[in-house]
Every structure is written in C-alpha cells, then in structure tokens.
C-alpha cells in the first residue's frame, strides 16, 4: 500500500524554490515519486491519499549538534556527574523523541557520556523506541589541557563525564580504537584548551602533529572526525589534520579558512547556544553576568565576521542546535540556527533550510538519501502551516508543524511536558551567594521574618 500526499507547496530541500501542487508518493518507507501532482502515478485502490494541499511540505531537520547524554543542564556537574549513565539512557529516549517531534528526523550527538549514545541509537535502530535517525560518537577525547577536563588533576575525568582523559597519545590511540569498536559512528575531540596565550587566545588541547595522529587513526578505521573548536589555533590544527566536522570556528583567521578549504573541512557554526545565552538568561543566571546583551559577546561578534568569510569561501556549513543544556532544551530551538543563519550569516532562507536539510544530511551515513524529497530517498519530511522561505522564523513557531514523517509514516507521540526539576537525581544548587552578616544586612526588607509562637 502505497500513500500519496498531495503538497501545497514542496520544497525539495536542494531547489532555490518550493513549487505548487506537487504529490509524494511513498512505498515501503521510500520516496518513489516527487513531483508534479498533475502527472503523478495514479493511486491504486488500496493506495493511502493524504491531503496537504493547504500546507508546505519540505524535508525534516537534520541537527548534528544534539547532546542526547546532558539532559536540559543547569551546570557542567549536572552534564559530567550526577546523573547515572543507565539514567542519561533511558532519559536519552524519550529526549530523543522530543527531538523528532520538532521535525528534526535525523540528528548527529557529538559526544556523551559512556555508551548512552550508541545505546539509545540501537535501541531506535531496532524498533524498541521511535526516534529520529542518529549517529554519534562517544565521550569527546581531552587532554589535561581540553575542555571537558574540568576537575582536578588528583580527580581526572569521572567514568560518567563526557570527556575522557589520554594522557599519552597510545592512550588516545586506545581510545579511539575502543570507541570504534563500540560503534561510535564519528570520534568528537575536545580540541580548545582552556588556558589562553599571551595574545589572549585560547590555546589548543593537542599540538598539531598530536592532533593529525589521531585524525589518521580514524580515517584508517574509516571513521569520521568532528571536532569541538572555537579558538583559532584549534580551528587550525583541526584543518591542517583533515577533520571532517568543525564546530564553532568562532575566531578562524584567513590562515584557518585557507587551510579548511585545502583539506574539505565543513564548519558546523552551532550559534544557537551563544544566541540564547544573550538573550534570553536572567539576571539570577551564573552565565549573564558573562555574556550581557548590552555588553555584546566578544565571540558573537567574532564569530559572525569568521563564518561570513567561511560561507564567502565556499565552505560547506551546516546546522546545529546544542541542544541538551537548559537553555537549549531538546525539541524547543533547533530552528533558531536556521533563523541565524540567515539573519547574520548571509543565508537566504533557502540556502538556510538547505544547510539545515540536505547539506547537514550529507555528512550522516546513508546521507545520499536523506535531506531532500526525491525519488529513492527515506521518506522523511513535515507538513507545515506556513511558507518559511518567506520568514524562516516561522520554522520556531511548534503550533504550524502539522506532521512529522519518518520512514513514510506519521509520527504520534504522547510526551510529558518538559520538567525544569528533576532532569537529573542529585542535582540542585543550594544557594547563590554567600549570606555573610554584611550580606544579610545589605537584603534589608528582602530578608523574611519568622514570628514567635504566643
Ligand atoms: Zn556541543
């Protein structure tokens, strides 16, 4: 039995434009038409007809920078220790679920704790759960010097965090080999340090030659790399070693662009994060104090100048979300990188929705046949109540997604509303200040009084 649904408008997720009237046919969880309604197969007698002729139809979102394994965190403890690996799993299921529910349908986690991301990937994989197609990596490879090494030396990286410590390159190369073997479909690399130069920046995690070492250790394996880097020396190094996949790429230089465009890397800006830190935390928030609207983000600002001239170079971008933290929770602001990257980075809103389709789909596996609505491809598209190549912004607006198709059918899950508590078992912050006398006294009549019994 096949369906045929007929399209208002489709957009293709390859085309500069959406055409009208259009039908898809789909068989067996495949495209087998795309096209012109008024030519299309005919529908047999036990064929499905679905009626869209009132909506937009386009390809569903791939998002390659999704953390199934963080759980909506409040802090880097919430992300690395306090939740169990077996409950990051299970909580990464139904998060999972969140995510296709948005209309993204396929999605890449670059790095997790433990085994949670294979996990809750076979587990979709083999029909126990419905969910969006996923490949991911592992824990991210750190050295002491990388992001995600946050604890002290006599700690090093707990078994639950998302990093794991090499301290030798063997061990990196024993990393990489067990994380292959363990079905990572990409190896993430912490490759910003956390201590900066003379200059200011921020100095890489490996040296180049450490870092080209374990790129070819990959590519032997046949695995792709994707690599954490918002400095420039980091960006560079990860392009000078042939990495796949770059996210941030906030302060490449032209030597940085140079080198990206020689070794074919694609830059995955993933601006959503920083987006939402400027505008939306409050006053309460750790993070405000950092990254004030008023005060403007050194990054942003930077960050726009480097992925306008890496879009201006004919690098390959793509989209992603960092979904995962409480700022970004999963299924609620995977569109604002569409939104952004049309706003700031000099997208059309097609080539925006084509970053966000066809392109970020490329880079999964099978990509050849996800991200855009042609015959031989997976069936997997929305039905939307709007025209986004004429406001992309429409895309974060959940009420005017209609349908999400995945594999050719209709996806209808229940989801509990998103909970602020109890994302992870132990984590709470207690207080955040501290409540000197001086301090008391300061509060004044913000301070609440207690009455005596009688
Ligand atoms: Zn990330």
Known sequence: MAKHIRCGHLFDGVSDDAKTDQTIVVDGGTITYAGNGAVAP???????????????VMPGMTDLHTHLSYGNAMCEEDIDIYASVELRALRGVINAQRVLMAGVTSMGDPGGSARVQTSVRNAINAGMFPGPRINCSGPYVTSRQGLTDYYPTWFGAPSTSIGALVKNMDEAIELIRSQIKDGVDFVKFAMDGRHVNDKGELIAAFSLAETKRMVDECHRLGKKTVMHARGREATLYCAKAGADLIFHASWADAECIDAIVKHKSIVCPTLTLLYQNMTVTQPTDPLYHKVRPDLGSKEW??????????REAGIPMVTGSEAGFALTPYGEWHWREVEIFHKFLGFTPAAAIRAATSASAAFLNDGERLGAIKAGNHADFIVFDGNPLKNVSLLLEKARLKDVYLAGEPVRIELPPLASKGVSDFSYKMWQDMYTQLRVKALGNKIRHIQAAE
């Open 301 to 310: 600002e930077a960050a726009i100048v480097s992925l306008n001239r890496i």
């Open 42 to 56: 005919k529908p047999g007698p036990r064929d499905e007809i679905v009626d869209a002729s009132k909506y937009f």
